[in-house]
């Protein structure tokens, strides 16, 4: 059954292409999307932030690890594939990363161990793209893009699966309400002519697996949520580049988050919302 009926024939507009991480920026705070997205050249950053190394490391050696044979995939292999690919960007000290590097290597051990890893997804960390309406029989008016971390094939259809490795596990809640996954499986959908309703998040430290299975509904409500923010970012910038006025048509949006957010150093709103968090802070106990 074909999922979700995607119009091509007449395009009356240029359409807005956005990814994931794009659309949840500028639901987050409009300064963070433009100073990540539109100025250039970007503002001064932040340094690394441990737990965006950790995450990285752990994505790159599990790549890795599918990347292998299947009976080369084992709980040494893939603890060995992680030092390997091990960056030291944002912890405190070498102590601290060598306590992360092993507990990391354990992680990606026992994923092996307590998961089914014989199978080779059909893809690793492969872009997928769309153009998508999110009301049946009009014309596509986005296109969704990104890079999802593992497509599997299981049966006749697609799941989705996102490596997590943050402090607290998500819950199947976070699954079906996460506007990435739901992104991802409709996009999978379209690139690889196959259903793709089931999304997962797989949280490395605890080992666990959030998971929820999308109707087509579920997915038209994140679409049109998509939609929303895609018209909204787009005015903006296209207001921007006719002259508008930069602070109100990219407002700061402070909170808590500022504390940990890369454009810091070039924001004082960011700079007074919250102290500045120390770069390993948000590590996963
Ligand atoms: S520091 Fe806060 S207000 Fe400033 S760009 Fe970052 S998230 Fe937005």
Redesign the pocket.
């Known amino acids: 059954m074909e999922q979700l009926g995607f119009e091509f024939e007449v395009q009356p507009r240029k359409l807005t292409k956005v990814s994931p991480a794009r659309l949840a920026t500028f639901d987050?705070?409009p300064?963070?999307y433009r100073?990540s997205y539109v100025d250039r050249p970007p503002p001064t950053r932040t340094g690394p932030w441990a737990h965006s190394t950790l995450g990285a490391v752990v994505h790159n050696a599990l790549r890795a690890l599918f990347e292998l044979s299947p009976a080369r995939r084992t709980p040494a292999r893939a603890a060995a594939l992680l030092a390997e690919n091990w960056q030291d960007g944002g912890f405190a000290d070498a102590r601290q990363a060598a306590v992360y590097r092993e507990r990391a290597q354990s992680w990606v051990a026992e994923y092996v161990e307590r998961n089914d890893v014989s199978t080779t997804p059909i893809g690793l960390e492969r872009w997928v793209s769309a153009p998508v309406s999110p009301e049946p029989g009009k014309p596509a008016s986005l296109i969704i893009e990104g890079r999802a971390d593992r497509i599997d094939e299981r049966g006749a259809e697609l799941v989705i699966v996102d490596y997590k490795t943050g402090r607290r596990a998500p819950d199947e809640y976070e699954a079906r309400g996460s506007q990435a996954l739901a992104m991802y499986a409709v996009a999978a959908a379209r690139t690889l002519r196959r259903p793709c309703r089931r999304v997962e998040l797989h949280h490395l430290p605890s080992g666990t697996v959030a998971a929820a299975e999308h109707s087509e509904a579920s997915l038209r409500r994140h679409l049109t949520r998509a939609e929303e923010t895609a018209e909204d970012l787009r005015a903006a910038t296209d207001d921007l580049a006719e002259g508008g006025d930069v602070q109100s048509l990219f407002p700061?949006?402070?909170?808590a988050?500022?504390a940990w957010?890369?454009?810091?150093p070039s924001?004082p709103?960011?700079?007074q919302?919250a102290p500045p968090a120390k770069s390993w802070e948000l590590l996963a106990p």
């Open positions: 987050d705070c300064r963070r100073m700061a949006r402070p909170s988050r500022c957010c890369d454009f810091r924001c709103e960011g700079q919302a």
